[in-house]
Antibody, heavy 112, light 112 residues
Framework: VQLVESGGGLVQPGKSLKLSCSASGFTFSSYGMHWIRQAPGKGLDWVAYISSSSGTVYADAVKGRFTISRDNAKNTLYLQLNSLKSEDTAIYYC???????WGQGTLVTVSS | DIVMTQGALPNPVPSGESASITCRSS???????????LNWFLQRPGQSPQLLTYWTSTRASGVSERFSGSGSGTYFTLKISRVRAEDAGVYYC?????????FGGGTKLELK
């Protein structure tokens, strides 16, 4: 199993960013997937989940601003981040539904 | 939301000794299927979190027998036997009984 995140970077408050998580080594379409984030020097915060049938749930802190989606043909998970705030600055990890496998993370920095 | 509270360790821990980390949940993690949905992770410096145990006490694939999880209801413990240098890092408990999935604040293990 391999998960590789990309798409992070420096973005201004109020702007948008789209993260990707490329999956391999398992039947991606059969499993739910999570996004989890970690602010610099802080603990882990669960962000969003998408089921194998594309049902979604979100943490209250991101509901209405972030959108999780998936493209099973491309074995890729996405997280669209809109209306970004400084408190969204974090490393964003994707993980499999059981949290058994994690990517290396991609850093999102929200700053003017 | 279920709040997860972790205890601290009397750092540094001498190599070869045992260490126990506690975790309390604000609600019972026993689900209607009888399983207790509590995970433990280790995050080594600069790395992604690694799943150690799930269902309170089942070790994840490839995890050393030196790691053992125990507990029930709302009180849980991760015991690390014969601590080694590679065990250093931050340990997190996580409840996966219900959405939103929540993590404890982390417990740092430093070795002497």
């Amino acid at each position: 199993v391999q998960l590789v995140e990309s798409g992070g970077g420096l973005v201004q408050p109020g702007k948008s960013l789209k993260l990707s998580c490329s999956a391999s080594g398992f039947t991606f379409s059969s499993y739910g997937m999570h996004w989890i984030r970690q602010a610099p020097g802080k603990g882990l915060d669960w962000v969003a989940y998408i089921s194998s049938s594309s049902g979604t749930v979100y943490a209250d802190a991101v509901k209405g601003r972030f959108t999780i989606s998936r493209d099973n043909a491309k074995n890729t998970l996405y997280l669209q981040l809109n209306s970004l705030k400084s408190e969204d600055t974090a490393i964003y990890y994707c993980a499999t539904n059981s949290f058994a496998y994690w990517g290396q993370g991609t850093l999102v920095t929200v700053s003017s | 939301d279920i709040v997860m509270t972790q205890g601290a360790l009397p750092n540094p821990v001498p190599s070869g000794e045992s260490a126990s980390i506690t975790c309390r949940s604000s609600k019972s993690l026993v689900y209607k299927d009888g399983k207790t949905y509590l995970n433990w992770f280790l995050q080594r410096p600069g790395q992604s979190p690694q799943l150690l145990t799930y269902w309170t006490s089942t070790r994840a694939s490839g995890v050393s027998e030196r790691f053992s999880g125990s507990g029930s209801g709302t009180y849980f413990t991760l015991k690390i036997s014969r601590v080694r240098a590679e065990d250093a890092g931050v340990y997190y408990c996580q409840q996966v009984r219900e959405y939103p999935w929540t993590f404890g604040g982390g417990t740092k293990l430093e070795l002497k």
